[in-house]
């Protein structure tokens, strides 16, 4: 079985953390298969990219979930730098349809640089040996879609950012491995996104292999990622860990190994 791996590059999430650089705010970075991915390059993930010794030249594929900055405010620095600044363009980026309209997020001359797949509900791609498919549409402020990607180690599912709905577990069900956005200890309704309740709720539901906690606001940073991860283990008896900036975690099939890069 080939080697994959998913590194955080930032961890952070919300106004206030990202703003202040609390945590960082690059997404993460997959190697799946030698399939290599950036997933929601907030900002600073080139900065992350390079710190930790990546190579933005060998990336595959650049994806958004959503428009929002903290997911979205690097995508064109980063597709540049996976292109050698336009000079080799290959890779995809992919994308909700309202990042690439109005007020868009991906600028138009960076375009020609990549191949653009606009998501849409229910659709699969394949590169390489691996297939991401896109299981529903999540309930935020603007176009929101997170994916399951299928590679030789088993499937990891990415919960975006979202407000809690019932559907959620049934459309990741069956992932080994889960990676959740937790912006929030309490819900606000103006802010739709997950608290730490509702993560539990969906990590009891889904029931993976493993679960890893990220995208953290002020109030769960408060609260102690790793504290919550830990009860959440205790509750449901599912290995649950808190992502930290800059923590690679391992697939092997077996077990996953929490190492720092
Ligand atoms: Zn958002």
Redesign the pocket.
Known sequence: MKMSSVIFLGTG?GRMVVLNQFRSSGGFWLNLDNVKILQDPGPGSLVMVHKLKLKPRELDAIIL????I??SNDVNVMTEAMTGGGFHPHGKLITPGDCLNSDPVVLEYIRPMVDIIEIKEGMEITIGSIKIKYPIKTM???D?FGPIYEFSGGKLGYI??TEYFPELAGAYKGVDYLVI?V?RMKTDIRI??LNISEAEKLVNEIRPKKAILTHFGLQVLKASPGLQAKKITENTGIDVVAARDGMKLEFDGRESLDRWV
């Not at 979930?65 to 929002?68: A, E, M, P, Q, T």
């Open positions: 999430g979930s959503h428009r929002h903290d997911h935020h402020s603007c929101t975006p950012d956005n912006v739709r996104h």
